[in-house]
Structure formats: C-alpha cells, structure tokens
C-alpha cells in the first residue's frame, strides 16, 4: 500500500483537543448549551394506537422518570443536557436502565468517557456488550444515542471530526492570554557581538522568562553589545480580531446554527433554521433510543414515545394567538385544548362551535342534518337537480287546488292594456277550462301547486327564516309536521321542489 505524506504526518502529530480545551471556546460553549438546553426542556409523552385513533397515556411511570424524578441525583433535565452533551462532542451518550423485571424503575447518566465497548468482529450481524466501571452491560440496558455511527454503539464526535478548527479557536485564545499577560511584550531573541558566558546567559534567560510569564517585572538591562530582535508579529499584524470572528462563525457551522443568534440580530427565520437543523435531528434519534429500549416488545408496534416540540415554534403570543383563533374557528381545537397549551385552567366547555349556516353531513350514515331548521335527510334518498314528488298524496288540504300560469301582458302606446301572450298553460288565449278559484297575486311558475294560502304561509316562513333570500337560493323549511324543499325568487314569493312528511 502506498503510504500518502501529510502535514501532520511530517509534524508527526495530529491536532487533538480534550472536551474541556473546547468548551474554553466562547462559541463552541455557547452553542453546546443552546442545542442541549433546548433539546433538553422538551417533555417526552407516550402515546397509545387503537382502532385508528392515539391518545397520549399521562400516567405511564417511564414518563415521569424522563421528566422528572429519574432515581438518580441528576434530574430528567440534567440527565438529558448531560446525554446530549456527549452525543456532540464525543460522539455517543449513554443512559443505564434500572428494570425490575419488566418494569423501569431508574434512569442512571453515565459520562461516556466512562464507557468501554467491546464489538464483534462480524460486520453483518454486529453485536456488542458495554463495561461501566467493572460492570457488564447488554444493549438493552443502556439508552444510546450516537452521532455518525457505522455499528451503532459508538460515534464520531465533534472533537474528533472536527478537531482542527476546535484546537486554533483554542490555541487563538491561548496566545491572546499570554499577550495579556506580558503586557503586550513580543516574542524575539537575542543577538550578542561576542560570546558570552553560559552564567550571564542562564541569567538572561531566567530574566526574559519572568518577564513574559508575568507582569511584575517590566525591565530587563542589557549589557553593552547585547541586542533584541523582535520575532513575532503584533495582534493587529496576526488579525486576530477578524480571525476569531472567522473562527466563531466557522463553529457554528459544525453546529448546524448561525453566528447571529447569539449576536441578537437574529430573527424569527433564522431561530426556525437552527431548530431544524440543530435541535430536531437530535429529538429524532432521543426519540428512537426511546422506543427501541424503553418499550417491551409486546408495546412497540402500539406505544410509541415523542418528544412535543410545539414549543419550540410558539413564536410570540401575537402570532400564537392568531394561530389558535384559526384553529378554533375551524373547529381543529377545542377552547379548553388552547388553554391547556398555555398553561391555563379548563373551563369545562367539551363543545364545538357550529354557525347556524351551515350543514352538517355524515359520510357513514349519509345523512344530512340543518341546525337552522333542525330537519335530518338522507342523500341517497334526494334526487339532486330534479323536484321529488311525495310517495303519497297529502290529504291536508281540502281539494286539489291549481294555478293557472299567466302570460305575459301587452300594453299599448295609450297605457292601456291590450291582451297577453300565451304562457306555459296557455294564457288568455287558451281554451283550457278556467279554474274554480281566483288565482292568488302571489304564485309560482314552476314546482309543486297548493293553495294560495298555504303558499302565502309558505312565502312567509321563508322571509322569516331566510330574510336576505336571493333568487335561485334553495332553503328548507318545515311547516306543520311536512317538509318543503322550496328555490326562493328573489321577490318574497317561491317554488316548491319537493315535500316530504315528516314522521
């Protein structure tokens, strides 16, 4: 195998930097502490699947254990931000599991420098058992999550993936601190005009050091033919400025988050992007450890865990509110599940909210129902676009009554009125027998015919029901004991479409 040279192959060294060395970093400390705190202040809840429908189970023990009291020192918080912690910067992090039979009765941190792992050699079928401090563990024994696994059980952390920029953001800080410390004194060496001892030299290198190790002591004398040469550039020359500003943004990357959001220059965008890609990757696989060994196996396919992320979106309680005022008016939540959400007490109202306009449809029983008239129907029992005719004649009126359909009047250049034309039934012109009442001012022209009094009847409970009625607007309306489909016209009068008793 040909052998590749590299830098550090010819330094013979490789840029290593410990979890302690970068967490001295500003930007790396505080990005830590921004993913972990806020993956860690999310609540875990257990859901149950039956016949189509989840509902969240409050009361499962291994609930309370992740939230709250684990059965360690460490609370559900800590636990969590401390579990995190170790997925980024060491690559793997690992929770005990306490059981008593099959109940889980603790959750136990355990640091992940603390962890050995022992792999099978077999790369299909990987196995692998873990030693904590003496002790032998299984796989389902410990709650793992790992960053950029290729076996499962350990990881690729940030201090070994990216040790390079971690170590100069360091070493940055470090060379900044000693400046401080020599007040400001360069690095340089000394040219001498002729050879000196090794006493005066010993006594000018004791000299030098105190100099640049302290600050207490800022002359040093230098006899005749001895003088100093300046061998490092000043901060200003270096840009050590614009260089940590680099560095800082640079981090943030390997984060997956932007510099601005901890300038105070980032909005409301820019705070969803580092959710997204920061902090919901990570829920994923904390949800996944969940259910892989926190479930029995007779659960998983019906429980499953979930951290509730609606926090994390909330937003401000402008756009909050407006987001719960759509979803109650569209009837996606109720008003005691919006308060429940902002931490307020129920009020007990267990109703949706129905406007009287509108018609409710029930796709099982294909039965329509109208709050405004408080009338029930069956869809396949209607004929859509064609007027129903009763079953059975009615017997509430005394006889079967017509009307005539008119034609349209002519009127002459006098004002007087000189014939009509034929209409549907004929008209003034027809020969059809006239009927034996007079017809009503008020009657339609198409539709089911009654009596001019029971239309008039008719036309008034539409105006009452429906006072704002435009022509071609169909109602129903429920009249003694009998429904009537009726079109209105627009004018207070109306066509009857079909009626129905009502048994």
Request: aromatic share 8%; glycine share 10%.
């Amino acid at each position: 195998m040909q052998s590749v040279l590299t830098l550090d192959g010819l330094l013979d060294e490789r840029p290593q930097i410990t979890r302690a060395e970068a967490l001295e970093v500003p930007m790396a400390a505080a990005c830590v502490e921004w993913i972990t705190g806020t993956a860690a202040r999310l609540p875990v809840q257990l859901f149950k699947i039956g016949s189509g429908e989840v509902a969240e189970v409050e009361d499962d023990p291994r609930v309370q254990l992740l939230n709250g009291d684990t059965g360690d020192i460490l609370n559900g918080f800590q636990m969590k931000k401390a579990w995190c912690r170790d997925y980024l910067l060491e690559g793997a992090g690992y929770i005990f599991l306490e059981r008593r039979r099959n109940e889980v009765t603790g959750l136990y941190y355990v640091d992940a420098e603390q962890v050995s792992v022992l792999k099978s050699p077999d790369p299909i079928y990987k196995q692998a058992s873990f030693v904590i401090g003496g002790r032998s563990c299984r796989q389902h024994e410990l709650l793992r999550i790992t960053r950029n696994t290729l076996d499962g059980v350990t990881g690729l952390g940030l201090l070994k993936e990216n040790p390079l920029i971690l170590s100069t953001a360091y070493q940055t800080f470090r060379y900044q601190r000693q400046l401080v410390q020599a007040g400001g004194c360069r690095k340089g060496f000394l040219l001498a005009e002729k050879t000196v001892s090794k006493e005066i030299m010993d006594t000018l290198k004791a000299a030098w050091k105190r100099l640049f190790k302290s600050g207490d002591e800022n002359v040093i004398v230098l006899n005749n033919g001895i003088k100093f040469q300046e061998a490092a550039n000043t901060s200003v020359e270096m840009q050590l400025n614009e260089n940590k500003r680099a560095d800082g943004e640079s981090i943030c990357n390997l984060f997956g988050l932007s510099a601005a959001l901890f300038s105070g220059s980032a909005g409301e965008e820019a705070y969803n992007a580092a959710v997204k890609t920061a902090v919901l990757p990570l829920l994923d696989a904390m949800d996944a450890a969940y259910n892989q060994n926190l479930l029995l196996e007779s659960e998983k396919g019906k429980y499953y865990f979930s951290t509730d992320t609606r926090s994390l979106l909330r937003g401000d309680i402008e756009r909050r509110f407006a987001a719960y005022k759509l979803a109650a008016e569209a009837n996606i939540m109720q008003i005691d599940e919006i308060r429940r959400l902002e931490n307020l007490p129920a009020l007990g109202m267990e109703f949706v909210k129905l406007g009287l306009q509108d018609v409710l449809y029930n796709p099982k029983t294909k039965e329509i129902f109208t709050p405004n008239t408080g009338v029930k129907a069956r869809l396949d029992e209607l004929r859509i676009g064609q007027p129903e005719q009763p079953e059975k004649t009615l017997t509430d009126e005394p006889e079967p009554d017509i009307i005539e359909p008119r034609g349209r009047y002519i009127q002459g250049a006098d004002g007087k009125m000189q014939g009509s034309l034929p209409g549907p039934g004929g008209g003034s012109g027809s020969k059809k027998k006239k009927p034996h009442y007079a017809p009503s001012k008020q009657r339609q022209r198409k539709g089911i015919h009654m009596s001019p009094k029971k239309y008039a009847k008719l036309c008034g409970t539409l105006g009452t029901q429906h006072p704002k009625a435009k022509a071609g607007d169909v109602y129903t309306i429920r009249d003694a004991g009998t429904l009537y489909r009726v079109e209105a016209d627009g004018y207070g009068g109306l066509a009857v479409l079909w009626r129905r008793k009502i048994e």
